[in-house]
């Protein structure tokens, strides 16, 4: 039985039960592959990413896991099937250690800095928002208005502080570093010694 039809067989109705079936729906689908990204909200995702990338994590969309102790997140894919995923979870609970996360997700865990929990949030906003245009996540279209806002406000702050981090690394550095050595000078050359003038012959008094 899947899961959608063992929620939507317990009692309470066809309200509880419709309400139920677009819930598991709705998870259902966050398993699935986002559709593509439009121009502006693919370079969105591509600050992000690039936020990530300096931070050692992960830029491939879809489902990782991080073993107890360990600083790395493993690739489980793309496209991970609620099945599966409740499957994982109950073998490898978070009470051991284990967590279990989509690229979304991995930039706001424990720990993470304020440039990091940034980029995780674009990347979640873009998420949603491609979800909201494919029809595969619930919402109004005044909320998806403000979203987009946000997004865009976001997206800016993120960048110039991008710029200003630069800006400040190459303050930091010292021009002369990023100068070749000058070439040594070749040994100057000694003046030939002058010649011995010839001793003049006294002249001849006239008698």
Same mark, same amino acid.
């Given at each position: 039985? =899947?899961?959608?039809?063992?929620?939507?067989?317990? !009692?309470?109705?066809?309200?509880?039960?419709?309400?139920?079936?677009?819930? @598991?729906?709705?998870?259902?689908?966050?398993?699935?592959?986002? @559709?593509?990204?439009? %121009?502006?909200?693919?370079?969105?995702?591509?600050? @992000?990413?690039?936020?990530?990338?300096?931070?050692?994590? %992960?830029?491939?969309?879809?489902?990782?896991?991080?073993?107890? &102790? =360990?600083? &790395?997140?493993?690739?489980?894919?793309?496209?991970?099937?609620?099945?599966?995923?409740?499957?994982?979870?109950?073998? !490898?609970?978070?009470?051991?250690?284990?967590?279990?996360?989509?690229?979304?997700?991995?930039?706001?865990?424990? &720990?993470?800095?304020?440039?990091?929990?940034?980029?995780?949030?674009?990347?979640?906003?873009? !998420?949603?928002?491609?979800?909201?245009?494919?029809?595969?996540?619930?919402?109004?279209? &005044?909320?998806?208005?403000?979203?987009?806002?946000?997004?865009?406000?976001?997206?800016?702050?993120?960048?110039?502080?991008? @710029?200003?981090?630069?800006? =400040?690394?190459?303050?930091?550095?010292? +021009?002369?570093?990023?100068?070749?050595? +000058?070439?040594?000078?070749?040994?100057?050359?000694?003046?030939?010694?002058?010649? %011995? !003038?010839?001793?003049?012959? +006294?002249?001849? =008094?006239?008698?």
């Amino acid at each position: 039985m =899947s899961w959608r039809g063992l929620l939507t067989g317990r !009692r309470g109705g066809p309200e509880v039960g419709t309400a139920i079936a677009r819930a @598991a729906d709705v998870w259902e689908k966050a398993g699935r592959r986002a @559709a593509a990204s439009p %121009p502006t909200m693919a370079e969105v995702e591509a600050t @992000a990413l690039k936020v990530y990338a300096e931070h050692g994590l %992960p830029t491939q969309a879809g489902h990782y896991r991080r073993g107890p &102790g =360990s600083d &790395g997140w493993d690739y489980l894919g793309q496209d991970v099937d609620i099945e599966r995923r409740w499957d994982m979870v109950l073998e !490898r609970p978070a009470e051991a250690g284990w967590r279990f996360a989509t690229l979304e997700d991995i930039g706001r865990y424990e &720990g993470a800095g304020a440039e990091l929990r940034a980029a995780a949030a674009l990347l979640a906003a873009c !998420r949603h928002l491609k979800d909201r245009i494919s029809g595969r996540a619930v919402g109004e279209p &005044g909320e998806d208005i403000d979203r987009a806002i946000r997004l865009g406000v976001d997206w800016q702050r993120l960048k110039d502080a991008q @710029a200003w981090k630069e800006t =400040s690394r190459l303050k930091l550095t010292n +021009p002369g570093d990023a100068l070749p050595e +000058p070439s040594p000078k070749p040994p100057a050359k000694r003046k030939a010694a002058a010649k %011995p !003038r010839a001793a003049r012959k +006294p002249r001849k =008094s006239a008698d």
